[in-house]
């Protein structure tokens, strides 16, 4: 089965550790050259810049019109350096261009296609999930993929949850019933909040899916989530719209 197109956000944990950079940009490049996916979108997350504009922002009490276009832009400062990293990828701003490719691996800098559009609140509601999530509904996609440090949302005994729908996620919240304090495992790297609050929003709007996978395991979680048949132990949760 080959995948003609799939959108993946890589979280700013993983673009600040070396390490997991290089793991995860190996299981993009092995998906590639294996032709499992035609066409891979990076899209790189605002990272220890955005957290920085986070700060200043209660700090200093900006704008949030001001605070929100910074830390985009902080995503394609985050791509430019992304592509310094790894050559090989290609590098695109321009949605249309990017758009008409049919094979290819390449970085996404969402700043001028955003501001073109401004559809999405000014809110710290809507980070680069979201924004990953709106990227896959305007190029047509049926799903996005969040690659993080975590394996994906737990509940409060320290469980993985595979599937988890919009509603029963804002349900268990509610409850207490998600695990959202840092802990550290000796076998899994549990950390959450996992998601932002308005990718729930666009999940239920859309009806598209959104799978987090962990780019920071030693294990290729995500180039095994692709292999078919699925490996059974893999690892990863979706959350949907009932």
Known sequence: MVISSAIFKISGKILDNSKDLINTIAQFTQLFEDEIIKKIILVPGGGTIANFVRNIYREFQLNDNLAHW????????????????????????????????????????????????????????????????????????????????????????????KEISTVEFRRFKNEGKLRENDLVDLDLKVKTKPIDPYLLTLIDNYRIPCIILNGTHPSPRIFNYFQIPRIQDNVFTKLYSI
Request: net charge neutral; proline share 3%.
């Open 70 to 161: 910074i830390a985009i832009y902080s995503m394609d400062y985050n791509g430019l350096e992304l592509k310094k990293k790894f050559p090989h990828l290609q590098i695109y701003k321009d949605y249309e261009k990017l758009q008409k490719e049919s094979k290819l691996i390449s970085i996404f800098l969402p700043y001028k296609y955003l501001k073109s559009k401004d559809e999405l609140p000014h809110t710290w509601d809507v980070t680069s999930d979201s924004i990953a999530l709106y990227l896959a509904i305007k190029f047509g996609l049926s799903e996005c993929f969040l690659i993080k440090d975590v394996d994906g949302i737990f509940n409060s005994n320290q469980n993985l949850i």
